[in-house]
């Protein structure tokens, strides 16, 4: 009850935020390269006619989407890595780029199937292949719809990325719990974290609205 804010802390270890903030912005940014290809493939294997494929990407969508993002990435990080190789860093970019992956295809379903099927029978009948015909006529209708929902997919993403710090990636988060073991600021330090958070997605939200907007007129 006699806790008194002292936001001295936070100043004095701006360099130790600022080291933290760097590698949680890689793996975020890394995570949603890697996320949107992973998501595009699956989203059409999903409504592909070739049932193998259809089973592939549907059996990875249900088990990653049931599973923690949590548990995922200590068995990417302690089993898959022991194979791999890979660190920590790496680990983290893995295990958000395929739970997120799992959640854009299917948004990317979604998103192509709400495309009336007169589009791609009009398509085909130009003359068109099925890949041109996805490519060029398909998913950039469904890009314009599937916007708003891959933004908010996205977002999470960015928030999700404070679990790295269980598997030793030094990042935003590990920097605030570290700090709090030796400060005991918890409230200072917390805020000030999730002040940073706020601001990341809140221009990432910015950057899609104006997006939204672009293709709205040019639509």
């Not at 592909?48 to 068995?75: K, Q």
């Not at 890595?81 to 970019?93: H, Y």
């Not at 998913?139 to 708003?148: E, H, I, M, N, S």
């Not at 601001?199 to 639509?219: A, G, M, P």
Request: proline fraction near 3%; charged fraction near 15%; glycine fraction near 6%.
């Amino acid at each position: 009850m006699g806790y008194q804010m002292e936001w001295g802390v936070i100043a004095d270890n701006l360099p130790l935020f600022w080291e933290g903030l760097l590698i949680t912005l890689k793996i975020s940014a890394m995570a949603l390269i890697f996320s949107l290809p992973i998501g595009i493939v699956a989203g059409l294997c999903r409504i592909s006619r070739n049932r193998i494929l259809s089973f592939i990407a549907t059996a990875y969508v249900e088990l990653i989407r049931g599973i923690p993002l949590l548990v995922l990435l200590l068995w990417i990080f302690f089993v898959l890595g022991r194979f791999l190789r890979i660190d920590s860093f790496w680990a983290a970019v893995l295990g958000l780029a395929i739970f997120s992956g799992a959640f854009v295809a299917e948004i990317i379903r979604a998103g192509i199937q709400s495309v009336p099927r007169g589009q791609m029978e009009a398509a085909r009948s130009s003359g068109m292949s099925y890949v041109q015909a996805m490519r060029l006529v398909i998913l950039p209708q469904a890009f314009r719809k599937v916007l708003p929902p891959l933004a908010s997919q996205f977002i999470i993403l960015i928030k999700d990325s404070s679990l790295a710090s269980v598997i030793s990636v030094v990042d935003l988060s590990l920097v605030g719990n570290n700090l709090v073991a030796t400060t005991f600021r918890v409230l200072e330090i917390w805020t000030f974290i999730a002040a940073v958070y706020f601001c990341i997605t809140f221009s990432l939200s910015q950057i899609v609205r104006y997006l939204e907007r672009k293709y709205r007129v040019h639509e």
